[in-house]
């Protein structure tokens, strides 16, 4: 059984930081990723790394203020945010897939990702 559980999210205010954490078990995957959603807005892609943590690939909107990274051997997924603006607020989700990095063709598409977790409220105060 394939699971995915997030932790980490909370409230903060602008300029702050926060680090979540998503564990995986019960899949051997190829590509992780961090995906948004905001109330009334589509679920938009935040960040994707490969298994190996040697690639990785940011949205516009986040880059150089997150980082995503990963511990294979706990099998956990990080998002470090730093410098966080309202506009991140958002429910997070990580998702994974058990396809290579190269053969998804668009790192940052929800379309792409096959497993999810239940997200984490992240919310940023002005």
């Known amino acids: 059984q394939v699971q995915l559980v997030e932790s980490g999210g909370g409230l903060v205010q602008a300029g702050g930081s926060l680090r979540l954490s998503c564990t995986v078990s019960?899949?051997?995957?190829?590509?992780m990723g961090w995906f948004r959603q905001a109330p009334g807005k589509e679920r938009e892609g935040v960040a994707s790394i490969s298994v190996t943590g040697h690639s990785a690939y940011y949205a516009d909107s986040v880059q150089a203020r997150f980082t995503i990274s990963l511990n294979s051997a706990k099998n956990t997924l990080y998002l470090q945010m730093n410098s966080l603006k309202p506009e991140d607020t958002a429910m997070y989700y990580c998702?994974?897939?058990?396809?290579?990095?190269?053969?998804?063709?668009?790192?940052?598409?929800?379309?792409?990702?096959?497993?999810w977790g239940q997200g984490t409220q992240v919310t940023v105060s002005s």
């Open positions: 998702a994974a897939s058990p396809l290579p990095w190269y053969q998804i063709t668009n790192k940052l598409s929800a379309l792409q990702y096959n497993y």
């Open positions: 019960g899949l051997a995957f190829g590509v």
